[in-house]
């Protein structure tokens, strides 16, 4: 059921996350703190943390917090930069979850894996090879003291092409996507990767047509407002300007999105009900509307 608020949402999602901390510290200290405890109530919550914060040895991937969202990493994998979500089910003791990856046209799902600890991912590589990725989620301690800490700060593993040559990669946790807004991120994700494609094309008329008017570009300390797609086109070089060899590496998936908002090119593009509605060069000071 959907909160009556955004407001209410926000404080909601806090709470949550003071109580994942709380989690947190308790696998750290649990030794001492069971005996502790008085109030059957907070012995109660006790042994729920304790139940779904798994032992000290498990990964974090068991973590609550991939109970509840689609936990966002990226990096660099080869020469292509990935984004990748990881969900762990409680009931079957399984991760899931789905990758983007620069150059490719659609997003893959990973398979259920029965096993918190790892996961493996095959990679489509060229001329019909599967490369192969395999993660083991790092705990970082140093997270429990951090005001937003839910752990699993990072993946470590290894990247295999044509199963010889072999990589190290990190990937770091970047933000979370909700199954709520699914629908409308997708919807964005497939004009993120056509304004990508037509950007890099410097085709003005497609990349004219994707833009809500009066668009917004925020380039340095200059913002500049264009009325309508005549006027983007005649101008392009001044309304449109962005980094071509990044944006040939940005991936295009699993975009930080909410409601019907999605952010793409580290917030640099700012996509709205399938339109873009600002653009930026780096992240849009304030961030996007």
Not at 3 to 27: F, N, Q, T, W
Not at 143 to 152: E, K, L, Y
Not at 174 to 181: L, R
Request: proline share 4%; charged share 25%; hydrophobic share 40%.
């Amino acid at each position: 059921m959907a909160l009556a608020s955004p407001i209410l949402e926000y404080k909601v999602e806090a709470v949550i996350g003071d109580i994942r901390v709380h989690c947190r510290r308790i696998m750290v200290w649990r030794p001492r703190l069971i005996g502790t405890f008085r109030c059957c109530k907070q012995f109660l919550t006790l042994l729920a943390c304790i139940f779904f914060c798994g032992s000290a040895s498990a990964s974090c991937l068991s973590n609550p917090l991939f109970a509840h969202d689609h936990v966002v990493y990226a990096g660099e994998v080869g020469n292509r930069q990935i984004r990748l979500t990881l969900q762990f089910d409680a009931l079957s003791q399984q991760v899931s979850g789905m990758y983007g990856i620069s150059g490719d046209s659609i997003s893959h799902d990973i398979p259920s894996q029965p096993d918190g600890e790892a996961v493996t991912i095959h990679i489509a590589g060229k001329n019909g090879r599967s490369d192969q990725l395999r993660l083991r989620a790092v705990d970082s301690l140093a997270a429990i003291h951090s005001p937003d800490a839910n752990g699993c700060l990072e993946l470590d593993g290894v990247y295999l092409r044509n199963g010889l040559a072999e990589e190290d990669v990190k990937l770091l946790r970047v933000t979370a996507i909700k199954s709520e807004y699914d629908a409308d991120r997708k919807a964005n994700e497939a004009v993120a990767l056509r304004f990508q494609r037509a950007l890099i094309a410097r085709d003005k008329q497609i990349v004219a047509s994707l833009l809500i008017y009066p668009f917004f570009s925020q380039y340095g300390r200059k913002t500049s407002v264009w009325k309508d797609a005549g006027e983007v086109v005649k101008h392009y070089d001044e309304a449109i300007q962005f980094d071509a060899p990044a944006l040939r590496k940005a991936v295009p998936f699993l975009l930080e999105s909410r409601w019907n908002k999605s952010e793409f090119f580290d917030g640099a593009v700012c996509l709205s009900e399938q339109k873009v509605e600002q653009m930026c060069i780096g992240p849009c000071v304030g961030g996007c509307p």
